[in-house]
């Protein structure tokens, strides 16, 4: 019997929480002048409802559906994910503000069946698509923002993450929290689902960090819980922890990306003051989103630390694929466990292939220390050689953020290229920030090459949006070509 049948214990059994949560409060959906709750007891009904009109397409085509999901951060959305899921149909949540054309054309290569936004269903195409029993979700990773490369989910994988995840949070049903980041995003589809899983409150709303209107809510609201990606806490931090209404607050976490140690120990120190507690974790879209995390205690001492697999296995491999047992000596991430994904789905066809992949190579150069915390140093693919030289683009970064300069870097073979965020004082120092790399690196300055940005740009999954970085490089090299 699948997980799918069964379904006895997974967060999407809404029969199980509706018995287990009753009458407490599931969502609670926040727009503008207009709150709308929906208990557990409620939200089973829904999903009931849901179910039987997706039913009736499934009798139509006659097939396993493929289902895109507009990631609105409402409850209808969330009623349709959960009943495509017990349904055992094929979930792929896709932004809300996605351009139509790029839509279209996802759409057309892999054949999607229907198109669902806040509730209302539109049929794309009747063609039954060749779908896996075990394909649960597809999610695009935030590198492939310009290819249709997808990550192929199992239903096992998404309920043993949220399992693990929710033992290694302590989550409950007091465990209020409130979306701050996109369904589409994994880390955000994961906060969703072990919330649900704990019988929590689930504040949906689309309002900024940056809005009065989401402040109001921690006003309003005994929320206990926080997340964000990196980018979140710089904000955080920039609006000032002390000044923010916290009243209720347990913990706060931050994955999806490396938060400084510097913000690691800011954010930490403001947590222990407030007695709450501050989860570093770290994970992957290709592992359903989260894989370890760093016991709270140890956040003031091991500020770099991603902690230890929440669930699996993790090690660490030489560039031969030898395990390296030294503490402190760096290799490639590797990971293994039950919320490793299927796969990867290029072509319509890939969607048929059942799990391929075992073993996670994450791309990411790490070191073990002598309790087992794991530390990212770098990423295989941020490294490039100049002159012969392995260059870290990570840590030139990090050499510039010691400085207190705030400079992004990407770069190809004999190339650097850097961003230097626009400020009066940064400005006034990109002569000497220039020189400053090339001492560092004992390179000449043709190896490197700088242009300044008035902000850095972001994905909405908090992460740098690095073709949108590589396109202001080119109109800034335009503009300096016609100023000539």
Request: net charge neutral.
């Amino acid at each position: 019997m699948s997980l799918v049948e069964q379904g006895e214990l997974t967060f999407w059994n809404t029969s199980r929480l509706a018995k287990c949560y009753g009458n407490h409060i599931a969502f609670i959906e926040n727009e503008v002048e207009n709150v709308r709750t929906v208990s557990y007891q409620e939200l089973e009904h829904l999903v009931i409802e849901a179910k039987q009109k997706l039913s009736s397409y499934h009798s139509e085509l006659n097939n396993k559906l493929l289902i895109m999901l507009v990631a609105n951060n409402s409850i209808e959305s969330v009623v349709y994910y959960l009943a495509a899921l017990q349904l055992g149909q094929s979930i792929w949540w896709v932004e809300k503000d996605s351009e139509k054309e790029r839509l279209h054309s996802l759409q057309t290569h892999y054949g999607v069946n229907l198109l669902i936004n806040n509730g209302k269903i539109q049929v794309l195409d009747s063609t039954p698509v060749a779908l896996h029993d075990d394909l649960a979700l597809l999610i695009t990773t935030s590198g492939s923002t310009g290819s249709p490369t997808l990550v192929k989910l199992s239903y096992q994988n998404i309920h043993s993450n949220c399992v693990a995840i929710g033992k290694a949070l302590t989550l409950t049903a007091s465990d209020m929290t409130v979306t701050t980041l996109p369904l589409q995003y994994s880390f955000g589809l994961s906060i969703l689902n072990t919330h649900l899983n704990a019988g929590s409150t689930i504040i949906l709303t689309d309002a900024s960090l940056m809005s009065r209107d989401f402040w109001s809510l921690f006003k309003a609201y005994p929320i206990k819980c926080l997340y964000g990606v990196p980018y979140t806490f710089e904000m955080l931090l920039k609006l000032s922890l002390p000044r923010l209404p916290f009243k209720s607050l347990r913990f706060m976490a931050v994955a999806g990306g490396k938060l400084s140690a510097d913000k690691v120990t800011l954010v930490n120190d403001y947590c222990l003051s407030k007695n709450c507690e501050f989860y570093v974790m770290y994970g992957q879209t290709e592992a359903s989103a989260r894989m370890t995390v760093l016991a709270p205690e140890k956040a003031k001492i091991k500020p770099m630390s991603i902690g230890q697999p929440i669930a699996g296995k993790l090690w660490l491999e030489d560039g031969q694929g030898n395990v390296i047992e030294q503490t402190d000596s760096k290799g490639e991430l590797c990971y293994q466990g039950d919320n490793v994904m299927m796969g990867i789905a290029q072509e319509k066809a890939d969607l048929l292939l059942p799990a391929h992949t075992s073993v996670l190579k994450t791309g990411d150069v790490g070191i073990v220390d002598k309790e087992g915390d794991y530390q990212i140093v770098g990423r295989l693919k941020r490294m490039i050689k100049v002159l012969g030289h392995r260059i870290n683009l990570d840590e030139i970064e990090r050499f510039f953020s010691d400085k207190s300069q705030s400079v992004i870097c990407t770069g190809e073979d004999d190339m650097i290229f850097c961003y230097l965020i626009n400020s009066l004082q940064n400005k006034l120092q990109l002569s000497k920030c220039q020189q400053s790399l090339n001492n560092h690196l004992s390179v000449h300055s043709n190896y490197s090459q700088w242009t300044v940005i008035e902000e850095i740009p972001y994905l909405s999954s908090g992460k740098i949006n690095y073709p949108r970085l590589k396109q202001l490089r080119f109109e800034s090299d335009a503009s300096q070509k016609e100023q000539k």
